[in-house]
């Protein structure tokens, strides 16, 4: 075993651990939340010693950096599922749909729209997860909760996609714990099953509070590459 695949195997096995410690406290149900592992510009070495790690959920922010990567990597690992984590225009989602198994950054009626058509055309359905602007960052991506039910009628009911879950990134410097509140609060009320929230400096906290899909890069792989 190298020494990346050393390093990268001790650090998943450590997260895993405080996941499961933070739910057994909090009395979560034991099934641990699904581990995403954010390889945005990761070297290919540290996303090979992952997958030798037995990773197989991976994230990535954009469409072209992925569809760089990942087409050769899929066919030599068959059981990989890819998220897009990043936010996505219209005119990469024929892209993403051929590529990811999992889109998790719906914000808009215009984009869900050129989504339904690619699925539509491509007879390909990655799951779908609608991405929530829980602090009202005019910055950032997301749909600000007051317009979410009009969003999953439409998605859900209008579009008929997949539907799964809803997706959040907390502003930097918040507690997050009142955005990963909310956010189950909100996934309740829709039937949504599946909460993609937490990151490196907060996992065991969203582990904790019912997130199903876990984002975690550096902590995984150390320092990103630039």
């Known amino acids: 075993m190298s020494n990346i695949t050393k390093t990268i195997t001790d650090n998943i ?9 933070a739910c057994n406290y909090a009395g979560v149900d034991e099934a641990q939340p699904n581990l995403i592992a954010v390889s945005k510009r990761q070297e290919p070495d540290r996303i090979i010693a992952a997958l ?32 897009l984590i990043g936010g996505l225009q219209s005119n990469k989602t024929a ?11 719906i914000d808009r009626e215009k984009i869900a729209r050129s989504i339904a058509r690619e699925c539509e055309k491509q007879d390909r359905h990655p799951e779908i997860f609608i991405q ?19 969003l999953v009628k439409y998605v859900r ?57 876990i984002r975690v890069g550096t902590a995984i792989f150390g320092e990103r590459s630039y």
């Open 13 to 21: 096995a450590f997260i895993k651990d405080e996941i499961r410690q």
């Open 95 to 105: 892209n993403a749909v051929a590529l990811f198994d999992v889109i998790e950054t």
């Open 157 to 213: 009911d209008e579009l008929s996609l997949p539907l799964v879950g809803l997706m959040c990134i907390p502003p930097e410097g918040d507690d997050p714990a009142m955005h990963f509140a909310l956010m189950k609060k909100l996934a309740k009320r829709h039937k949504l099953e599946r909460l993609s929230m937490g990151m490196s400096s907060d996992f065991a906290l969203a582990a904790s509070m019912g997130a199903t899909d």
């Open 132 to 150: 929530v602007n829980t602090g009202e960052e005019p910055q950032k991506g997301g749909v600000l909760p007051a317009d979410l039910d009009s």
């Open 52 to 83: 030798d790690a037995g990773l197989r959920i991976f994230g990535e922010n954009l469409v072209q950096e992925a569809s760089d990567r990942w087409p050769e990597l899929k066919r030599r690992y068959n059981d990989i599922k890819l998220h």
